[in-house]
């Protein structure tokens, strides 16, 4: 198999992806979900192969970017969960937050339960829209559900929701225009109106500004877990979070479902050290009992090394970010050892993805041996020149890059 070359300069922000770049690979849906026969996740956990994720449905919102297949259909949608299970995905990616008042005391956040209390699906923080000409934020788990549900294109007939707006890290704010808009929903509402055969990667939401108290996580992830024992029947699912003590208390509150920290590997700096580097990752799962870690994807190739000290801890590993959506860059993480990416170019990930497994001899291919030295072992049509490429001129560019 030929690799086609993706040269840097026809990626200069990443946001566009050239529609005819293909690889071998597969991609075919979990039939008995990801815990197997058994009721109970207990010690390590690994995917019976290698899985794709759609990133918020069919991939993020990119408001800013000029690549239309970024503002194709409104993420964290039901429309967007279902229209990504036209393509083999094996889970899709969505947001969960719990809708609570918040003020501030003594340098903490207090959180009060609302009455119509409900886990809602959304990313930011922060929800914006226009009123009177004046760009006005609030903050999602200050809304009641109807407010919430308020924004953006409604349910009923003839109703006029409020315009929604986006802004970006930098500061600059975006007009929501999608080509496909659709309601905002709720968790409950994924569970019930999306296809059955999809699994959910659930990833738990906090506000990295709120200091959480161990009794307000819990009462939080209660509610949520309330809503996927209620629905979830059957579907595969795990949970993911940033926020490490969230991580660590849903694996304490449940043991059905495998729980994932996520992390950027070290790309940002956070006063908690836990959120610092895939090592610190690493702890944070042996101490807690987590199943695996989901990070960056630039981290990975940064510090390959850490792939080897992954699974000797017996860890599942899945990436994320904006490079999963090179094929190449896919194509090398199956062959290094990582168990799953998460995407934003859905239908051209999976297109790429879509004949690779293992060889005919039902070996699996492999570019570390046991010993954590990289070795070529794989009946893969790739030359020991293409797979230098990748990994000597493709893989450092396209991170300088970005």
């Known amino acids: 198999m030929a690799l086609k070359a993706v040269h840097v300069s026809d990626l200069p922000n ?8 293909a690889l071998n690979f597969c991609a075919t849906r979990f039939c008995n979900g990801v815990n197997g026969d058994s ?29 239309k297949r970024m503002k194709s259909i409104k993420e964290n949608t039901i429309l967007a969960f279902n229209a990504a299970t036209n393509f083999p995905l094996d889970f899709i990616e969505f947001d969960v937050q719990r809708r609570t008042f918040c003020r501030k005391q003594k340098k903490t956040y207090l959180l009060q339960v609302t009455k119509d209390e409900c886990p809602v699906i959304f990313h ?43 802004k ?12 496909k808009d659709a309601p905002l929903c709720t968790l409950e ?5 999306v296809d059955h055969s999809i699994g959910f990667n659930i990833e738990l939401k906090f506000d990295d500004q709120i200091d959480y108290e ?8 209660k509610v949520i877990l ?13 949970f993911s979070s940033f926020q490490p003590d969230a991580a660590l208390l849903i694996r304490k509150l449940q043991s059905t479902y495998p729980v994932f920290f996520l992390t950027n590997g070290g790309a940002q700096t956070y006063t908690d050290v836990r959120r610092c580097s895939l090592d610190e990752a690493i702890k944070v799962c042996l101490v807690g009992g987590l199943q695996g870690i989901v990070s960056e994807v630039k981290a990975i190739f940064k510090n390959p090394g850490v792939l080897a000290r992954i699974k000797e801890c017996k860890l599942s590993l899945v990436t994320y970010g904006e490079l999963n959506n090179v094929p190449e860059v896919v194509f090398l993480q199956r062959l290094m050892g ?65």
Not at 189 to 193: D, L, M, P, V
Not at 226 to 238: E, G, L, S, T, Y
Request: proline share 4%.
């Open 338 to 402: 990582v168990e799953g990416v998460i995407v934003d170019l859905v239908e051209e990930i999976t297109e790429a993805v879509t004949d690779l497994i293992s060889n005919v001899n039902g070996e699996e291919e492999s570019l570390f041996g046991e010993d954590g030295k990289m070795i070529l072992k794989t009946n893969l049509e790739i030359s020991k020149d293409e797979l230098s490429f990748l990994f000597t001129k493709l893989i450092p560019e396209l991170i300088q890059s970005n």
């Open 214 to 221: 161990e009794e307000q996580l819990s009462h939080i992830l």
């Open 39 to 67: 009721d109970e996740v207990k010690g390590s956990f690994k995917f019976p192969k290698f899985v794709v994720m759609g990133h918020r449905g069919t991939g993020m919102n990119m408001l800013q970017s000029p690549d």
């Open 168 to 179: 970006l890290k930098d500061g600059r704010i975006f007009e929501w225009n999608v080509e």
């Open 226 to 238: 309330q809503v996927v024992f209620k629905h979830a029947k059957d579907r595969p699912i795990f």
């Open 14 to 21: 990443l946001d566009q992806v050239p529609d005819n770049v």
């Open 189 to 193: 509402e994924a569970f019930e109106k």
């Open 124 to 166: 930011d923080n922060f929800i914006l829209t226009q009123e009177k000409g004046l760009i006005v934020q609030k903050r999602v788990t200050d809304l009641s559900l109807e407010e919430f549900l308020s924004y953006g294109p409604q349910k009923e007939p003839g109703k006029v929701g409020k315009p929604m707006f986006r």
